[in-house]
C-alpha cells in the first residue's frame, strides 16, 4: 500500500513553487532506467514536485533533469571512494547532496521501499538503510525544511 503524505504537505510545497512532472516525462525516466517507479516516489515526489520546489530541497540534486546523471555520479563517487560494495542493479539514486552523499532505494523492494544512503569517508563498509520507507524520507526532509523555515521565514 502506499502512503500518500498528507495533502498539507503536497498544498505547501505548491505554494512554494513546486512544479511537477507529466506522465509522459514519468514514463519517459522509467524508460531510460528500465525500470518502473514505486508509486510512493512518483505520488508523492515526481507528480507534486519533480522538476522544482522553490526554496523547498533547494541545492540538493532531486528534481526530473538531474536523475539520470544522478545514478552515474553515484557510481563515480563509489569508485573514487573504493568502496567495496556497488550499487545493486535495481538501485534508482534520487537524491544526491553537494557530489558527497547520496540516497536510493530498489526497485525490488516494493512500491514505498527502504531508503538507502552512502556518504564519501563513512567508516561503514556497507549502504546504510536510513529510512523503512520512501515516504518516511519524504516526510523527514520536509520536517526538516519546516523547522528551518521557521527560523528563517521565506
Same mark, same amino acid.
Given at each position: 500500500m502506499?502512503v500518500?503524505?498528507?495533502?498539507?504537505?503536497?498544498?505547501?510545497?505548491?505554494?512554494?513553487?513546486?512544479?511537477?512532472?507529466s506522465?509522459?516525462?514519468?514514463?519517459?525516466?522509467?524508460?531510460?532506467?528500465?525500470?518502473?517507479?514505486?508509486? =510512493?516516489?512518483?505520488?508523492? @515526489?515526481?507528480?507534486?514536485? !519533480?522538476?522544482?520546489?522553490?526554496? $523547498?530541497?533547494q #541545492? %540538493?540534486?532531486?528534481f526530473?533533469?538531474?536523475?539520470?546523471?544522478?545514478?552515474?555520479?553515484?557510481?563515480?563517487?563509489?569508485?573514487?571512494?573504493?568502496?567495496?560494495?556497488?550499487?545493486p =542493479?535495481?538501485?534508482?539514486? @534520487?537524491?544526491?547532496?553537494? !557530489?558527497?552523499?547520496?540516497?536510493? $532505494?530498489?526497485? #525490488? %523492494?516494493g512500491?514505498?521501499?527502504?531508503?538507502?544512503?552512502?556518504?564519501?569517508?563513512?567508516?561503514?563498509?556497507?549502504?546504510?538503510?536510513?529510512?523503512?520507507?520512501?515516504?518516511?524520507?519524504?516526510?523527514?526532509e520536509?520536517?526538516?525544511?519546516?523547522q528551518?523555515?521557521?527560523a528563517?521565514?521565506?
Amino acid at each position: 500500500m502506499t502512503v500518500i503524505l498528507s495533502t498539507d504537505w503536497i498544498s505547501a510545497a505548491t505554494n512554494l513553487g513546486a512544479i511537477s512532472c507529466s506522465q509522459t516525462e514519468i514514463q519517459a525516466l522509467e524508460t531510460a532506467i528500465g525500470f518502473s517507479l514505486p508509486s =510512493a516516489y512518483i505520488q508523492n @515526489f515526481l507528480i507534486p514536485l !519533480g522538476k522544482g520546489a522553490g526554496v $523547498f530541497l533547494q #541545492g %540538493e540534486d532531486c528534481f526530473y533533469d538531474q536523475l539520470l546523471d544522478l545514478q552515474s555520479g553515484a557510481r563515480e563517487l563509489l569508485l573514487e571512494e573504493k568502496f567495496p560494495e556497488v550499487l545493486p =542493479a535495481d538501485a534508482f539514486v @534520487f537524491w544526491m547532496h553537494q !557530489g558527497y552523499q547520496f540516497a536510493f $532505494f530498489r526497485i #525490488g %523492494e516494493g512500491e514505498d521501499p527502504p531508503v538507502y544512503h552512502f556518504e564519501e569517508g563513512q567508516e561503514s563498509q556497507t549502504f546504510q538503510r536510513i529510512h523503512d520507507r520512501l515516504s518516511d524520507f519524504l516526510r523527514a526532509e520536509w520536517t526538516l525544511f519546516e523547522q528551518w523555515r521557521g527560523a528563517n521565514p521565506v
